[in-house]
């Protein structure tokens, strides 16, 4: 059943009245709770004596449960990881790859889902093979057809960060099935934002770092772990991720096995205790709205910023190539050097990756924010 759009709800955020801000998928603003929590967690450390097993076990918990209800996925999969090249790192490190085997990649992908394959493909003697931006904006036939026999992993976004352009991961899941290739997604760019079927598109590895859709601090995050994947070899050899670590008199009766599931790939010191209250507020906050109600929300909103910066001569991809809650822009003739300082100098806040200018709002975009950019767009344009 489609959902409708939420109200605006800017008051749940600390944004001026007479600020714009479209820059999402750079990083969220933080809800006012989020805020809150970070700065009750600030009080803990500076009384340690009140930091008992509820802050080294039970928060850490509570996050996984929260961040695998946002995926539907089971806690035992997710992973604590602190950015999105961690996530993708220890996906990396778990692949086995060999000569003239083949990574496949999508043209000007955010370097963190990048270099880990460059490194493996160059250790193994395999190669990354990068599938050029097309013409029409449709990237899924382009990625399908550069999956071969070959190929042992696809790791993609569900969207271009660049420019939203939609990815079609049930079509990727099944090419990449056929041919015995591991899918590992970067959803640094959508988790919390879109919904995510990952029941039929069954992906190898997720990450997800949570200061954009997530809505959480800087420098946490997710790694979902398929199950398949449960006995592999963490990035780290970390204390608390061993099995037993909560008794703290027996740390140096080491041990080998780990704590269950995904736990074992968990950051080291993933009890931050400062950054889980926050990563657990911004993620109860988008479970209470639900995805899809984000995602119709952020849809509604592009469609009017795109009609406001098409009477501006800007063009957008159409929507059924583009992903909700990221609009793209492109001029005709290129934007002028000093765009975005001149729309940040009318409070408007946007991105500009290549030639593309990236308007990523949330759901405190309000109708005066609207008439900001139409106003600050026309006279930075001029
Ligand atoms: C697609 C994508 N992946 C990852 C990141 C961030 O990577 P990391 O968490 O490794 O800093 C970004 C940041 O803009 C991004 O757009």
Known sequence: MPVGPLPCLRSLFAIPDDVCYLNTAYMSALLESVRRAGETAVGLKSQPWHVSSEHWFERVERARALFAQLIGASPND???????????????????????QTVVLMQDQFPS???????????????????????????????LDAIDARCRVVSVPACHWSDGALIDLHALSARAREVGAQLVLDLSQSAGATPLDLETIDPDWIC??????????????????????????????????????????????????????????????????????????????????????????LRRINVNLAAIAARHGLHALSPELRSPHILGLVAPGGFPDDLIPKLAAQSVHVGLRGDTLRVAPHVHVSDSDLQRFDYALGRALA
């Open 208 to 297: 997800a770092p949570s200061y954009k859709w997530l809505l959480g601090p800087y420098s946490a995050g997710f790694l979902y772990v398929a199950p398949r994947h449960h006995s592999g070899v963490p990035l780290e050899e970390n204390w608390i991720a061993r099995a037993g670590s909560e008794d703290f008199s027996r740390l140096v009766d080491y041990i080998d096995d780990y704590r269950e599931g995904a736990r074992r790939y968990d950051v080291g010191e993933r009890s931050n205790f400062i950054l889980l209250p926050m990563l657990i507020a911004g993620l109860e906050q988008l479970l209470d709205w639900g995805v899809e109600r984000v995602a119709e929300t």
């Open 78 to 100: 997710v992973a604590l990881a602190p950015s999105a090249s961690y996530g993708i790192g220890t996906a990396a490190k778990n692949v086995a790859l060999t000569a003239g």
């Open 113 to 143: 889902a990048v270099y880990p394959w460059r490194r493996k493909a160059a250790e193994a003697g395999g190669a990354v093979i990068t599938v050029p931006r097309p013409a029409d904006h449709d990237w899924t036939p382009p990625l």
